[in-house]
């Protein structure tokens, strides 16, 4: 029963992860709403933490509207190869950080994100996409 | 301390009438028991409120983890009771409600539509749902229910019907005049709303001898909205129904401000519901409007005076019915006083609220 519940618990995992992320991934297209959103936040000076497909999709979403420094990846890489987005390592994020906004975009390590950029990013200036994209703001 | 629990997204338009009716029980609760706070789930964040302040927020990807934040919260703030809005049941409400158990936190939950199966089309929540709701009786000694039902899944119940906050809904200001009527219909444009009949009635009023203009105001917005827009156009009746979109506050009290007569559900019978309390209706009766429903309303009797009762099915609606009605109603200079003070005195949330309140002690 214990396996069962386990395999249940990860395949629930799975799905509504990925569907979270599809979801996000549409909510961005619509750029009326997403400008919205941003005047809502009261965003402007930022950088978007992830360099995956959403953190991508971010960039391209608001940076017409806000000043996107860069796009922050751990590994100092996008997933995909875009050259007109400027990417920032963590490490060096660190160095340079300078009070700005960060919207994190991962949805399975968010929580584990949130704690590692806490220590030199406040907690304030932090917010998850999903939060951005549709939470009270 | 009492804890509202809700699974529903109040940032989400469809969600602004459960909105209010949610924050109404609330402010029941908190005359009987003090401090109260409630939840909801919007876009994988999870909100605890005390009316409209954020206490705490905090990200929840899952379903499963929406779940642990509230056992969190309910021992992070003592919580000794709760309330909760009937989600679907899965793996992780039966694991809340389990915790409560062993934690001996007093919980009623509320059924908001039963049945509610046809509500749905077949899908992944449907199919958990049907497996775990059988198995919410080994947690759960009490259930409130909007139907006539006096036991659900073995669990009893306790029937209570749709209450208004009389203070957020002023009374329409508008009195009878002779040159128009205009109804008003304020919905979450869903199937169930079974608007298509008002404006196929119309289609037919139109069609034929007009005795007084009758135009629509539709407030809200929803899946159903772009048929009902298709059928406008199609019977070429846009100067007559006006598609408001979604409106709060003073536009929404400047809406009802201008309209004599207010349409209630009238496709309950798609999803085989034939009697409830849909929340519109005590809306409605605190703005003073007459109306018109397609559901048995349980709140009013079988001669309220007020409430015209159409049948429960796919007919056009008579708009020469609803003309006769409205004259025969408004015939009294103060028809829209009694309605209201009807809403003050049967449909306070506070009073509805009592035998829950009881059991909660």
Known sequence: ?137 | MLLYVTYCDFGNIGFWGIKKKVLAQVNAFRKMFGRVYYTYFAWQMAYLMDGEQIIEKRAAVTRKEYNQILCLWAEKYGIGKTYIRYPFADKWFLEILAFQKMRRIKTVVEIPTYPYDKEYPYGRIKVEDAYYREKIKEYVDLMVTYSADREIWGIKCVSLFNGIDIGENKIAVKRRQEKELVMIAVSSMAFWNGYERLIEGMRIYYSRTVSVPVRLKLVGKGPEENYYRMLSEKYKLMKYIEFCGELKGEELDEAYDQSDIAISSLGAYKKGVYAGCPLKGGEYCARGLPMVSGVNDIRFSDNAAFVLKVPNNAEPIDIYGIISFYEKVSSDSDFKEQIRQYAEKYLSWESIMQPIAEYLK
């Open chain 1, 1 to 137: 029963m214990e396996k069962i519940d386990e395999l249940l618990d990860a395949y629930a995992y799975e799905m509504e992860t990925v569907s979270s992320g599809y979801e996000m991934m549409g909510r961005m297209l619509d750029r009326k709403y997403v400008e919205s959103r941003l005047k809502l936040a009261g965003l402007s000076d930022m950088y978007i933490y992830g360099g995956g497909y959403l953190g991508i999709q971010l960039y391209y979403a608001i940076s017409r509207s806000v000043n996107v420094f860069g796009v922050v990846d751990k590994s100092g890489r996008l997933l995909l190869d875009v050259p007109d987005i400027p990417v920032v390592s963590l490490e060096k994020f660190a160095e340079i950080y300078e009070g700005q906004n960060v919207i994190i975009t991962p949805v399975k390590f968010y929580q584990s994100i949130f704690r590692e950029l806490s220590e030199f990013v406040p907690e304030g200036k932090l917010m998850y996409l999903g939060e951005f994209l549709g939470g009270r703001l």
